[in-house]
């Protein structure tokens, strides 16, 4: 089967596709990165592992991002470079594997702005049973993500984070039992 190439395309005109393409899903990129050294480069620029919608590949397999998964690589270079939805899903990944510890870390970079990774930072502190830290992140979430009265898309949110964690196969282990503690401050 011959090499797939690169049409002669201006690199302008061809990062622009790549960029369209990767903000759909980061898996149509493969074929595209395959096509050679030229592909390869434009491909790996840093505004379009920014923008990638790398959802679709833990959607699609969670493993693939995890140590020596296959798109283990790829997913790394987006949390470089900042692409806030690869810092939560590889924040949640490290809470299942190396500990909420380090996935706090990670997601500390997406606060206060990105709400799921705040309500997640928060959680992991009740777990860890750091009151002050918890209080202080929980409240941040309620003023920067909060609709009052409105309850509901906290429950998706919610939701939504057990379903990843879930998707990682976090451990049923109850490992925070000693260390749970729920703040006493009203905050939300």
Request: glycine share 6%.
């Amino acid at each position: 089967m011959p090499k797939s190439q690169i049409p002669d395309l201006p690199n302008e005109l061809l990062s622009k596709i790549i960029e369209h393409l990767g903000e759909e899903s980061a898996l149509y990129l493969g074929s595209l990165m395959r096509t050679g050294k030229r592909g390869y480069e434009l491909f790996h620029q840093p505004y379009i592992l920014k923008r990638c919608n790398v959802t679709p590949i833990v959607d699609e397999t969670s493993s693939g991002i995890r140590n020596f998964g296959n798109f283990r690589n790829f997913f790394l270079k987006c949390v470089e470079v900042g692409n806030i939805e690869a810092i939560y899903l590889e924040g949640l990944h490290l809470s299942t594997t190396l500990g909420v510890e380090e996935a706090i870390k990670v997601l500390e970079s997406n606060l206060p702005t990105q709400k799921l990774s705040t309500l997640a930072v928060g959680i992991f502190y009740v777990c860890l049973g750091k009151e002050m830290e918890a209080t202080y992140t929980l409240e941040q979430f309620a003023a920067d993500h909060c609709s009052a009265f409105k309850l509901d898309p906290i429950f998706e949110m919610g939701d939504e984070l057990q379903w990843r964690l879930l998707t990682f196969h976090a451990p049923y282990s109850n490992t925070y039992d000693k260390t749970f503690k729920f703040p006493e401050y009203d905050f939300l």
